[in-house]
DNA sequence: CGGGTGTTTGAATGGCGTCAAAGATTGTGG
DNA sequence: CCACAATCTTTGACGCCATTCAAACACCCG
């Protein structure tokens, strides 16, 4: 099986196209993404890229590789509360949260900048990128919302449907980076991270998986995944009919709460 | 087994208390709440409190009554995200929240009054409620720390940690909050929500519970829950050393990301 | 008193974890 | 290029934790 996958470095492009999926980003806004610059820097796999010790950490955009919050319990055990791609924000929350107190680490090589001037910009000049201001905090929305499908993946879903649901979420987070290529995209994460991920053992993830391969439903080789038949996953996993969510398309700042 | 338990209505001295064991408060923001009166409106247990579908929902803060956000599947299966206790606010987040998407119902009879517009007087005078919007948005804060817990337990332990945990949780929340009396509170979940929640079904919750009773750990009957050994809980549960999260005595509002 | 709801208990089934060991894959150094 | 180690995947056997089904038992309220 010869595949050919996107290897293009995240690039502000992408951002920008995330982003302008979200809600309107005007011209100036654009150009302030597409002129940012920075140098970026590389955690290599298995390492710290975000400790939650340092509550000073500056935040991050995650330009290639994968990464996963985690928590390690006394016993050793590991439980992945999130999964980053790249794309993704660290700690670029408009105001303290209780995910950025969970420490990141690389599953891949990660490259990362940092977008703290970025933020700052937006936030010192909130008239004139309101835009931007709106659509990044819809990105951590929907980290947020992840959060809340897996919690319920880890509280009421069997094994078969936790991996058919959450390897569902990964195709559709890569298909939106543009990482998805003839249905396949890579995931660097060996079956042991994905029980750690969702509450499995990794024997009992690799029969599951085999299950959902000779089913027809994926094809998994490599660290590469084939969705053959994503509507079979998401009937599988119990998804509710309107899964995609859609953005508050009111997202009023002025009234109501302190918001 | 004859025990009082304070009936107190839950009154703005309550939360005023519960803030200022987050960061200072200074006599002018005290009195803001002091005076702050707003009637209430009750639900009744079973109804729903906060409906995610209408976005403009005001703020508002439980003054009584147990209530919680839980996600209905297509299977009818529930999953319990988090439990509102009184003192707790919902919707009243700086910015947009997932949470706050997520169906708020009543457990027990709850009473609610909104703060809309004392969370807008706090934003519109961020000099003067300084302390007031720190502490307002750790608890919001700690909610969602309370939210990661949840996950941690229902990913990577088994049913008895899983309970005790919990219970454990529950125990410090009502401590806070001044209505655990001799070592007692009211919990008015029954074994079926405490099922939903810890994604148990609930012939094993009994079983469990009844483990916890004859260990001697607990006691629970009518509703009323006795925390026999907080510690024997807490090794069970396997919690880690440093419980007690520090809150982050330096919580700089202006440097990095927007915040 | 009766009905509804919640609790308790038993027995049987099964999903999932653990243990153990054999392939398969990748990476490294000679 | 091969050999080797390390990591990951796969498979079988076994046992336990937890679910399901079923039915009795307690409790509350009108």
Chains 1, 2 share one sequence.
Not at 148 to 172: C, K, N, T, W, Y
Not at 210 to 220: A, E, F, M, T
Not at 242 to 258: Q, V
Request: with cysteine; hydrophobic share 45%; glycine share 8%.
């Amino acid at each position: 099986m010869q595949i050919e996958l996107p290897k293009a470095p995240f690039s502000m492009e992408l951002l920008i196209r995330r982003l302008a999926a979200l809600g309107p980003l005007s011209d100036h806004e654009r150009s302030l993404l597409h002129n940012w610059q920075q140098h970026s820097k590389t955690h290599m796999a298995g390492s710290e890229v975000f400790g939650f010790k340092d509550q000073r950490q500056r935040p991050k955009l995650i330009i290639s590789g994968w990464a996963c919050r985690e928590r390690i319990m006394a016993n050793g055990r590991r439980q992945l509360l999130s999964i980053l791609l790249p794309g993704d924000l660290i700690g670029g929350c408009v105001n303290q949260r209780a995910i950025d107190l969970v420490e990141i680490v690389a599953i891949s090589n990660v490259r990362v900048i940092d977008i703290a001037g970025l933020l700052r910009a937006v936030k010192d000049n909130p008239d004139e990128y309101n835009g931007l201001a709106h659509t990044l905090s819809l990105l951590s929305l929907y980290e947020e919302r992840r959060l809340l499908d897996h919690m319920v993946r880890l509280g009421s879903q069997p094994a078969m449907q936790r991996i058919a649901g959450f390897l569902l979420e990964l195709f559709q987070r890569c298909r939106v980076i543009g990482y998805v290529s003839a249905g396949s995209f890579v995931m660097p994460l060996t079956q042991e991270m994905l029980g750690n991920a969702l509450g499995l053992s990794v024997v009992h993830v690799n029969r599951v998986v085999r299950q959902l391969k000779v089913g027809g439903l994926i094809d998994l080789h490599g660290g590469i995944v084939k969705i053959l038949d994503a509507a079979g996953l998401a009937e599988i996993a119990d998804l509710p009919s309107n899964e995609t969510i859609s953005a508050p398309d009111k997202c009023d700042w002025s009234t109501g709460a302190l918001s």
